[in-house]
Structures are given as C-alpha cells and as structure tokens.
C-alpha cells in the first residue's frame, strides 16, 4: 500500500534516493540561514530588537543543514548538485517571493515594509516546513539514525511559526495589517503553486533513481496535483490566519547545537 511512511521509507532505504533528498534539504536550509542572516545584519534601526531572533531563525537554518550533511557522511555519502526543478527556496526567490536576494547581497538597510514582507513570508514557508517535519516524526521519531535530527528539527520548525505568528500580530497591531494579509495571500498563492512544481520534479527524480514503474509515478503526481486543487480550493487559508501563539518568544534565547551523529 503507498503511504507516506512508505514512500519515505523508500527513500530512506537506498543510499543513492538518500542522498538526493539530503541533499535537497541541505541546500535549502543553508540558504534559509544566509538570508536570515543578512536580513539581520540590514534591518532597519527601529526595529534593532528583531535582530537576534532573526539570527537565531539564521543559526537553526543553518543547523539543520549540517545536520542533514551529517546524516548523509554517517553513511559514507556525498551530496550531490541540487536539481534546479527541486530548488524550492531559489524558485520562490524568482518569482518575486520574500526578499529579493540582490537587496540582501547589498549594504542598504531594509525598510519596515521589507521585515514585514519577510515575516509574512517566513509565515507561509515555515507552516509547510512545520507540516512537513510534522509527518516525518509522526512515523519516524523513533527511527535510529533519524530521531533525534526529526525532533530537533521538527521543535525548531514549530519555534519559527510561532515567532512569525507573535511578530506578524505585533507589526498588524502597529497599523499593517492591511499589508500583512495583503503579502500573506500573495505568498500563500505562489507557494502552493511552487510546492506542487517542486514536489513533481522531486518525485520524478526519485522515480528514476529507483526505477518506479510508470503506473507508480502516475499515481504519486496525481496525488500531488489533488493536494494542489485543495490547497487552491482553500486550503492556502491555514497559511494566512494569525493567532497569538502558545509558545511565546519563542526565538527569544540562543540557537541549540546540532546532535552528534556518530
């Protein structure tokens, strides 16, 4: 029966599908950690109090790429070159989502419109990011090479939407609302549509690597394409409601260190 647990089990199994999709979630959270990283250096002077929590969003972005570079040299593997079609965090960049990375390269600092275009960002990504890590410990947080990393994760993951939850509501309360909810639906609408892009070439590279008949292949695209037609039907709504979190500052103290992996 195809399942999740299945399918990642599947992955998980073969050092070469392995490797791939370490690879890929590697990439994308090291460069999660340099953009937060300049946007920390560049925000603006009045709101200077942001700045270590967007450092600490930097450093556990940062960490959770080491860690998945960790799991892939505990089994003998290198990464491998990222896929251009699997490269969700640069194909949001191209089409207009979040902080233009030419801005963040530069030395001007950022503007109140440009942290609230951020958050609202880091709003929509880290709800799938929190989803997402949310089904890999559901079925795998017991696992012996993968726990503690799904936890660790998973925990970060949940700290990042709430922080976005608690800042965004600070900054509606301040008067931006309006923008807030107008760059909350923009974002949600290009992710979702970004995401299946990318969940269909991952799956598609996977189905080469492990050599999935065609039937198979089918039948997860369209499983993919029926999660986009909910997510477009209204599902992207759950991206864009702000509600004061229950965990409160929750990027108030330093970043933890990554697990050792022997």
Same mark, same amino acid.
């Given at each position: 029966?195809?399942?999740?647990?299945?399918?990642?089990?599947?992955?998980?199994? =073969? @050092?070469?599908?392995?490797?791939?999709?370490?690879?890929?979630?590697?990439?994308?959270?090291?460069?999660?950690?340099?953009? =937060?990283?300049? /946007?920390?250096?560049?925000?603006?002077?009045?709101?200077?109090?942001?700045?270590?929590? /967007?450092?600490?969003?930097?450093?556990?972005?940062?960490?959770?790429?080491?860690?998945?570079?960790?799991?892939?040299?505990?089994?003998?593997?290198?990464? %491998?070159?990222?896929?251009? @079609?699997?490269?969700?965090?640069? *194909?949001?960049?191209?089409?207009?989502?979040?902080?233009?990375?030419?801005?963040?390269?530069?030395?001007? &600092? +950022?503007?109140?419109? @440009?942290?609230?275009?951020?958050?609202?960002?880091?709003?929509?990504?880290?709800?799938?990011?929190?989803?997402?890590?949310? *089904? *890999?410990?559901?079925?795998? &947080?017991?696992?012996?090479? +993968? #726990?503690?990393? %799904?936890?660790?994760?998973? =925990?970060?993951?949940? =700290?990042?939407?709430?922080?976005?939850?608690?800042?965004?509501?600070?900054?509606?309360?301040? #008067?931006?609302?309006?923008?807030?909810?107008?760059?909350?639906?923009?974002?949600?609408?290009?992710?979702?549509?970004?995401?299946?892009?990318?969940?269909?070439?991952?799956?598609?590279?996977?189905?080469?690597?492990?050599?999935?008949?065609?039937?198979?292949?089918?039948? +997860?695209? &369209?499983?993919?394409?029926?999660?986009?037609?909910?997510?477009? *039907?209204?599902?992207?709504?759950?991206?864009?409601?702000?509600?004061?979190?229950?965990?409160? @500052? &929750?990027?108030?103290?330093?970043?933890?260190?990554?697990?050792?992996?022997?």
């Amino acid at each position: 029966m195809l399942s999740a647990k299945s399918l990642f089990q599947e992955i998980l199994d =073969n @050092d070469e599908s392995f490797r791939l999709f370490c690879s890929i979630a590697a990439s994308g959270e090291s460069q999660g950690g340099w953009e =937060n990283g300049r /946007i920390a250096v560049l925000v603006p002077p009045t709101e200077r109090d942001l700045a270590p929590k /967007i450092s600490r969003h930097g450093a556990d972005e940062d960490k959770h790429g080491r860690i998945f570079n960790a799991l892939l040299k505990k089994r003998g593997l290198e990464p %491998v070159p990222v896929p251009a @079609d699997t490269d969700y965090t640069m *194909l949001l960049e191209r089409h207009g989502i979040g902080l233009a990375h030419e801005k963040l390269k530069g030395e001007s &600092a +950022l503007t109140v419109q @440009d942290v609230v275009t951020y958050l609202a960002h880091s709003r929509v990504t880290e709800q799938r990011a929190s989803e997402q890590m949310d *089904l *890999l410990r559901k079925h795998f &947080a017991d696992h012996p090479d +993968l #726990g503690r990393a %799904v936890r660790m994760i998973s =925990n970060d993951e949940d =700290n990042h939407l709430a922080y976005c939850h608690e800042e965004l509501l600070r900054f509606a309360a301040a #008067g931006h609302g309006r923008a807030i909810q107008r760059t909350l639906r923009e974002c949600a609408l290009a992710e979702i549509r970004i995401y299946r892009d990318v969940s269909l070439a991952v799956m598609a590279h996977m189905g080469r690597v492990l050599g999935w008949p065609r039937a198979r292949s089918a039948a +997860l695209a &369209a499983g993919i394409h029926a999660v986009y037609a909910y997510e477009r *039907l209204g599902g992207w709504r759950r991206m864009v409601s702000l509600r004061m979190p229950e965990r409160r @500052d &929750a990027l108030g103290g330093p970043a933890t260190a990554a697990p050792e992996f022997a």
